[in-house]
């Protein structure tokens, strides 16, 4: 068994299942967004904000936002402990991959909350 | 023929280099990469590099021919250079180099030692041999051919980052030769031991190690025999 | 003390074959401090080339099967100069043996019944001889040997073996009293020499087809251990008795497994003719070894050899079908495919005796104990020497081995080695001590080594040594060409005593290792020179053109060559066996 200083204990296999489904999730809706765009070929902005005030719609970006943080978050730390390592960086590398991470985090929870201001913002 | 080695002696060389030799090739047959590398160390005995059985079982003289990872003894001269090109003879990549095409495996060993490659039986050894069906056995090939000659695991961008977490294509392999033994009895302790994001979770499907391995061996499809067995186990 | 590092060990293992692993394990399993030194890291030994299987008789293909009828076909197989307590030792303890590596792990081959896979061999028999062809030789498919190695490294692994891997044994370390305390080693990674103290010193360094020009051996076999017993005045038994393989790829020197045969292959000569069946009507390409190569060499030397030069014949499987030869010998059509250029599927495959196996070795005991012989001519047992497998003579295979019997005689005498040393360090042995001037005996070959500034280069001498061994000491001998080759090995010694290392670095140095192994090499083939010189009859793989019978009367015992004064002496051959009535020898027909 391995273990990494900013693993968080989660196993492989979650990470594994959490970047599949949330792949799954983002194909899906890229298909939706795709499919709007196909079926009203001149989509106003009516059209568009009436279609996102459909609270499935609204469920459904929420979900796909949630999906592209975690996906984002274990992708990005994997390439981190992918390039940012000891072999690499030496004996900084924990330090730097530290930093890199936690601007991952706030880039990431930036992004969360602003996807809740528009889906659910007033 | 023109033969291009790698060389490095610790004691002497502060860098390495490529050096060039001129081997005379007989043209009546095609020589084996590891018959013109003996050549050459005819002409310069300081040139080092591993060999043993020259019939690729043994897995000593894995090198990168080329630009490709394999075999020396079982590689034809006529596959890897064009006639009038150069050979171009460097030691496996991602490893530490001893000298000229020798690299430390040390790392590589101890990756498949992680894997707890021996059998493991919790039940009573019985008078004769444990029975096995043919189907079962089945199950073993393309697994226990592997030679350790490490051709996979150095041809691998996961294993050249992160040597000592990811237990790299031969191991894994092995991992799985243990993991579909019917006569084994600690898969759920040796599943156990990989379920954490490095292990096994860090290969990424690029198959270097299918397209390199001298044996003809599939360590991407084991890896994936190894995750649907993750997966069944936490479901 | 010296200036060498010493290390010390309860036993040390000198070779990561299949025998000292299997010695290995046992005295790993028993606590001592034991460890392996190896010139290559161990799964690269030569037993890893092993192919067909390891015959033994575990009754899964004949329920009935009985280790008294391979014990009687090993005795046959040996023409008689087979030691017969030794045989029926490995014979009667080889299922034993086997099993102990099947629950280790080897993933052998299985029958419908999902017992061990067993397939026929050169020279099996049921029933003392009379119930026809046997089945007895347990498979892997055709890589059994590479299965058997990694088994064992894995059972070693699981049991914390020391191994020192890319360690390379120079020479023994015996003391005033004659008895071996350890040896001299180079780390090759860093060229560091040590002395490697060690209460008993086994060694297991396998064979050395090198001697030949045309082997199926790999390059590392070089006869390392035989070398060294030799240059520490240690005699050596039956070393001009090499078994030359019917089955080489011409050309390449790569074997190509008996099993072929044994799956139902046969060998052709350029007529198509399945030459066999006149040269031993009943076994025809099942044969005994020797049996069969001579009969190939006499097809050749009567111009119906294959081949623009008629120097070959051809091994032909493709009325096996495509699916038999994928399931059963899968690793011969890769180096078929490989080596010979051939398709075996649709083409047959030229092949051509090739030297394979030293018959002889170190004479030793059942428990591996290595022998010397008292002025009387009575057996002594060396203190502190042990030797198993390929480099060891127990005798289980006399004059010529049947096949399948060397990986049964690696892990049968591995074990019982291994079990015997236990014994005796748990009786309390002690280190014996080494002088100052016992190392540096020792350490002269080496020292002489290290300092040359001129002579000849090592791949000459080899090439040299290897051409003279392939013409004078080949399949057919002939004394006068015997004393030729004997002078010019003479010469040859003086040329190789000053062989040039221009490489005198630490590092990772091969040339030094080539340069040594080339000494051993030489001392392994003057043996073989002199002792088939002396042996002026024909048995087994020994065949005179001058002393074509087999002369019981004289010659029903062991050679032994003595190192000091090259002087060829006699050791009776074992006829008591414990259990079952003597097999008394009788003309050996196929």
Known sequence: MVTSATNFSRTGLSDWLVQRVSAIVLLAYSLFIFGIFVLYPELSFEQWSGIFSNNAVRLFSMMSVLALCGHAWIGMWTIATDYLTSLQLGSAATFVRLVFQLGCALLITVYLLWGIQIFWGS | MLVSIYRYNPETDLKPAMVDIEVDVPTDRDLMVLDVLNLAKEKDTTIAYRRSCREGVCGSDGMNINGTNGLACITPLSSVVKPGKKLVLRPLPGLPVVRDLVVDMSIFYKQFEKVKPYLMNSEPVPNIERLQSPEDRAKLDGLYECILCACCTTSCPSFWWNPDKFIGPAGLLQAYRFLADSRDTAASERLAGLEDPFSVFRCRGIMNCVAVCPKGLNPTRAIGHIRSMLIEQSA | ?590
């Open chain 3, 1 to 590: 003390m010296s200036a060498l590092r010493t290390i010390s060990f309860d036993a040390v293992i000198v070779g990561g074959g299949g025998a000292g692993m299997r010695a290995a394990l046992q005295l790993a399993q028993s606590g001592y401090k034991t460890a392996v030194i190896s010139k290559v890291f161990p799964t690269r030994s030569h037993t890893v080339s092993a192919q067909g299987g390891i015959t033994c008789a575990i009754a899964s293909d004949d329920p009935n099967d009985d280790w008294r009828w391979h014990m009687y076909d090993t005795v046959k197989g040996s023409d008689y100069i087979g030691d017969q307590d030794a045989i029926e030792y490995m014979c009667s303890e080889g299922p034993q043996t086997v099993f102990e590596l099947e629950h280790m792990g080897l993933p052998f081959s299985r029958t419908e019944s999902g017992r061990i896979y067993q397939r026929p061999f050169g020279g099996q028999s049921k029933d003392y001889g009379n119930g026809g062809q046997a089945a007895r030789t347990c498979a892997a498919a055709d890589r059994t040997g590479h299965a058997l190695l990694h088994t064992l490294y894995q059972g070693n692994i699981k049991n914390n073996t020391v191994f020192l891997n890319e360690w390379y044994a120079t020479d023994l370390i015996k003391n005033q009293d004659g008895a071996v305390v350890g040896v001299i080693a180079i780390c090759i990674e860093t060229g560091e020499t040590v002395v490697i103290q060690s209460k008993a010193t086994v060694f297991a360094t396998g064979g050395a087809g090198r001697i030949y020009a045309s082997t199926t051996n790999a390059l590392i076999n070089t006869g390392d251990g035989v070398g060294m017993a030799l240059r520490a005045g240690f005699p050596v038994q039956d070393m001009e008795m090499w078994q030359f393989h019917p089955t080489g790829i011409y050309g390449a020197g790569t074997l190509v497994t008996e099993g072929c045969r044994g799956e139902g292959g046969y060998l052709i000569n350029k007529d198509g003719e399945r030459f066999m069946e006149r040269y031993a009507p009943n076994a025809k390409d099942l044969a005994g070894r020797d049996v069969v190569a001579r009969s190939m060499v006499l097809e050749i030397l009567e111009g119906r050899g294959c081949g623009p030069k008629g120097d070959h014949v051809m091994l032909k499987l493709d009325h096996l079908g495509e699916d038999v030869l994928n399931a059963k010998l899968p690793g011969i059509l890769e180096l078929s495919r490989t080596f010979a250029h051939v398709d075996p599927v649709k083409e047959p495959i030229p092949v051509v005796p090739t030297c394979h196996y030293m018959m002889g070795g170190i004479p030793t005991n059942v428990n591996g104990q290595a022998i010397m012989q008292d002025d009387s001519g009575a057996d002594v047992i060396i203190p502190g020497l042990f030797a198993v497998g390929e480099a060891a003579c127990v005798s289980v295979h006399g004059a010529n081995r049947l096949g399948g019997n060397s990986l049964l005689d690696l892990v049968v005498f591995g074990r019982a080695a291994g079990k015997h040393i236990e014994q005796e360090l748990a009786s309390g042995i002690e280190q014996r001590v080494a002088s100052e001037s016992d190392i540096e005996a020792a350490m002269s070959r080496l020292n002489r080594l290290n300092e040359t500034s001129s002579g000849e280069s090592v791949a000459e001498l080899r090439a040299e040594l290897q051409g003279i061994m392939q013409n004078y000491f080949g399949v057919f001998r002939k004394g006068e060409f015997m004393q030729d080759g004997i002078k010019k090995l003479e010469v040859l010694r003086e040329r190789i005593k000053n062989v040039h290392l221009v490489d005198k670095s630490n590092a990772f140095n091969t040339a030094r290792i080539e340069a040594l192994e080339l000494e051993n090499l030489f001392e392994v083939a003057e043996a073989t020179a002199i002792s088939a010189e002396a042996r002026d009859e024909s048995r087994g793989a020994h065949a005179r053109d001058d002393f074509r019978e087999r002369d019981d009367e004289n010659w029903l015992c062991h050679s032994m060559y003595f190192p000091e004064d090259k002087r060829v002496g006699k050791r009776a051959v074992n006829f008591k066996p414990k259990t079952v009535d003597t097999f008394e020898p009788k003309i050996r027909t196929y």
